[in-house]
């Protein structure tokens, strides 16, 4: 499956951003997701993953409660809701898929986007 990421920009601290992530082929559905960024001389971290059924979510502690994953399946779209922005929310924002239940391990995930930068100022 191929994804492209979109929708990232520059927002002063406090305002929204809504990323989404298009992939092709037939099989979407069957794949679990993945958000994870990248800030700059920092490594890959995981930020939110959706199960392949859409059922179930997880998030990392330090978005939980302002950022907000979710899937449309009959359009092939991963969607990030981000909300409440900081600072520290600046990286490369990728999205991933994976066969299979969902994982904060950015190693269990086959197929990645070319990323999407997300830059907050204060």
């Known amino acids: 499956v191929q994804l492209q990421a979109s929708g990232g920009g520059l927002v002063q601290a406090g305002e929204s951003l809504r990323l989404s992530c298009a992939a092709s082929g037939r099989t979407f559905g069957r794949f679990s997701l993945g958000w994870f960024r990248q800030a700059p001389g920092k490594e890959r971290e995981f930020v939110a993953s959706?199960?392949?059924?859409?059922?179930?979510?997880l998030h990392a502690d330090s978005v939980k409660g302002r950022f907000a994953i979710s899937r449309d399946n009959a359009k092939n779209t991963l969607y990030l809701q981000m909300n409440s922005l900081r600072p520290e929310d600046t990286a490369i924002y990728y999205c991933?898929?994976?066969?299979?239940?969902?994982?904060?391990?950015?190693?269990?995930?086959?197929?990645w986007g070319q990323g999407t930068l997300v830059t907050v100022s204060s």
């Open positions: 991933a898929s994976r066969v299979g239940t969902y994982s904060r391990d950015v190693k269990a995930y086959n197929y």
């Open positions: 959706i199960l392949w059924s859409g059922s179930s979510t």
